[in-house]
Structures are given as structure tokens and as C-alpha cells.
């Protein structure tokens, strides 16, 4: 059987960044996802490139769609990224449940019909509680979880999802938890601001984040590949790994901006973010041979020179 990756959410941010990857490494991928807003597709893919894409409309929250296309299209291969962000999990949390929970156990689900036993999916730092919880430093990647918003919660319940179906099924998972991504596409999420920011910045208007503080700043496109590696990386277990990376402060990814685009108008609130500022990416490390980690200076670089390529549609 060829491989057939499924991408779920791949309409969004880090999703189009899979689907792209996928693309270009000439790997099969179907999206499924209850979008079809293609903007962020269309930023990073032609129309020729998309069509060698299998773009399928459906909503997580139906286990005979989600059942559907695994068996449709013979996947072998699992991303699975769909859910609802910290934001919209707040404004309904009985959808972010049914979503980011029922979701998952409908992609689990519906992977053990189709006899593919492993998966990769997307986890947070949102896992993890608020800085006075921790000692100074990168917080260890069995850190106790003990998230402070429902999206947290249900991202907690989803890696606990994983470790049944391990210890029940024997499917091995790769969860990974990415921190501040950035890049283009990233335009909905807390922490889509500083993406945001350089968009202004590209159209010439100003722009105040209104966080500060240090974080980890992950490119998307280094997300989506360490999501592609995740999916076919063999494991013996279910495991979450941070992402990681060398934090860095919302100013300096500010005076990065700069240093390419010196005009830039960028503010920086005084308020930090509620959560530690990094989260030790070892584990990471020591299970895959590859971590993808572009410079902060190279990334923000890369995605001005994106941005003004693609001009006032950004
Ligand atoms: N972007 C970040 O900084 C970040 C940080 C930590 C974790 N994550 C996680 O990574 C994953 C991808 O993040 P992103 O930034 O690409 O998200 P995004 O919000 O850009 O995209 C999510 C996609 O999921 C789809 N979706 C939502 N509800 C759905 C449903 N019921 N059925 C089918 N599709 C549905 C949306 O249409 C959207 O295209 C998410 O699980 C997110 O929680 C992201």
C-alpha cells in the first residue's frame, strides 16, 4: 500500500505548513478539515500544487467522516492537528470539548479501524501551569501538568487518550507541544501576535503585541516537518515531547524584525505571558534524529521576504 498521509486542521497554520511539506517532498496527503478557507493554502502553495492535494470537508466531531476518510483513501499515515485555540475554547467550551476531546478519540478511533497504529498529533505548553508552579529555568518534559485554561485541560486529557490507546490497543503515539509558533499562515491564536506584528510591519502599520516576556518562537514550517517526521518516525510507546528551542524575548524577536525592516513600528505590551519561558526540548532530542530549528533571525527573516512576496493579500 503507498502511504497516504492525513493531515487534520490542515487549513490551518501549521496544517497548510504539512500539507506544503508533504507536497513538495512528493508524499500523498489528504486534508481533512471543516474549512475551506484556503487562504493560508493559498500563501504557500500554487494552484497546480494544491491540486495534487485531496482536500476533504468534515467536521472532527463525526466519527463516520472522520471513519470515512481513513478508509476512502487508505491512510497510512497520521497528522492529526484540528482543534480549537486557547480563545475559541473559552468563548464555547462544550465545542472545544467536543472538538480538541471527542476529536481525538474519533481520530483514534478511527486510525485502529483502519489498522494504523501510530499517530502524530498536536499537544501544547498550554499543558503545563503557570510559571510560580515551576523553579526558574526550562521546565523538564515529565513536568506535572496542571494547565490553567480548558484548552490546557483538553490537551492534557489528549495525551492521557494516547497512553490508553498504547497501553490498551498497543498504537503508538508522538504528541508533540509547540510554544509561540510564528511564520506565515500564523494569523488566529494567543500567541499569533508577533506574526502579526511583522505583517503590519510588511504593509507599513504599526502594531502593538500585547504580551512581552521570554517564550519559545518556533517556525511553522520547522513545526509541520517536525509533525511529518513525528507520523513516520517509529516508536515504542506513547510519548509527548516540547518542542523546545532557545527562548528568546518578544523584543528581541522585535528587534529581529527590525533589522530587516528598520522602519517597522512595533510595540511591546509590559505584561508577560502566563507561562514559563521554555520547556527542555531533550527528550526531543534524544528521540529523533532530526529537530528542525531554524535561527529566530533566519525565520523572521524568511517570513518578511514571504510576506512582501505575497504583498497586500497577507
Ligand atoms: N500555533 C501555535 O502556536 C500552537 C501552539 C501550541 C499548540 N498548537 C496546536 O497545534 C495544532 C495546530 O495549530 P494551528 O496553529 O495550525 O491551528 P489553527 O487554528 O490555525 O488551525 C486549526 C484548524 O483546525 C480546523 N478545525 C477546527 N475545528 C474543526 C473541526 N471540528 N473539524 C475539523 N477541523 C476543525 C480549523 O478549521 C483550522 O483549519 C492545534 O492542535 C493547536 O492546538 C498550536
Known amino acids: 500500500m503507498d502511504d497516504t498521509y492525513l493531515v487534520t486542521g490542515g487549513m490551518g497554520c501549521i496544517g497548510a505548513w504539512a500539507l506544503t511539506n508533504l507536497r513538495r517532498s512528493g508524499k500523498r496527503a489528504v486534508n481533512f478539515d471543516q474549512s475551506t478557507d484556503r487562504h493560508r493554502i493559498n500563501w504557500l502553495m500554487s494552484a497546480e500544487e494544491q491540486a495534487d492535494i485531496s482536500f476533504v470537508q468534515g467536521d472532527l466531531r463525526d466519527r463516520d467522516a472522520v471513519k470515512g476518510v481513513f ?35 474519533n481520530v483514534f478511533e478511527a486510525a485502529k479501524a483502519q489498522g494504523v497504529n501510530h499517530i502524530a498529533f498536536a499537544s501544547s505548553i498550554g499543558v503545563y501551569g503557570p510559571p510560580s508552579e515551576f523553579p526558574p529555568g526550562l521546565i523538564a518534559n515529565d513536568a506535572p501538568q496542571n494547565p490553567r485554561t480548558l484548552y490546557g485541560a483538553y490537551k492534557v486529557c489528549n495525551e492521557q487518550t494516547a497512553q490508553v490507546y498504547f497501553h490498551e490497543d498497543g498504537m503508538t503515539s508522538a504528541c508533540l507541544r509547540p510554544y509561540t509558533v510564528y511564520g506565515v499562515g500564523r494569523d488566529q491564536g494567543m500567541t499569533s501576535e508577533p506574526t502579526k506584528a511583522l ?116
Open 71 to 105: 478508509a476512502e483513501h487508505e491512510i497510512t499515515h497520521v497528522i492529526h492537528l484540528a482543534a480549537l485555540q486557547v480563545p475559541f475554547c473559552r468563548a464555547n467550551p462544550v465545542l472545544g470539548a467536543e472538538v480538541n476531546v471527542t476529536g481525538t478519540v
Open 199 to 314: 505583517a503590519a510591519a510588511v504593509k507599513g502599520q504599526p502594531y502593538k503585541i500585547g504580551f512581552s516576556g521570554a517564550m519559545q518562537f518556533q517556525l511553522a514550517a520547522d513545526v509541520a516537518r517536525q509533525f511529518i517526521l513525528a507520523a513516520e518516525q517509529p516508536l515504542d510507546g506513547a510519548y509527548g515531547f516540547n518542542l523546545g528551542g532557545k527562548p528568546a524575548t518578544v523584543s528581541e524577536f522585535v528587534g529581529f524584525a527590525k533589522d530587516v525592516l528598520p522602519e517597522a513600528e512595533i510595540d511591546v505590551a509590559e505584561q508577560p505571558l502566563p507561562f514559563p519561558e521554555g520547556f527542555d526540548d531533550s527528550a526531543l532530542r534524544a528521540s529523533f534524529g532530526t529537530v528542525y530549528e531554524t535561527s529566530l533571525a533566519e525565520g523572521i527573516a524568511e517570513t518578511i521576504a514571504h510576506m512582501q512576496r505575497l504583498g497586500d493579500g497577507i
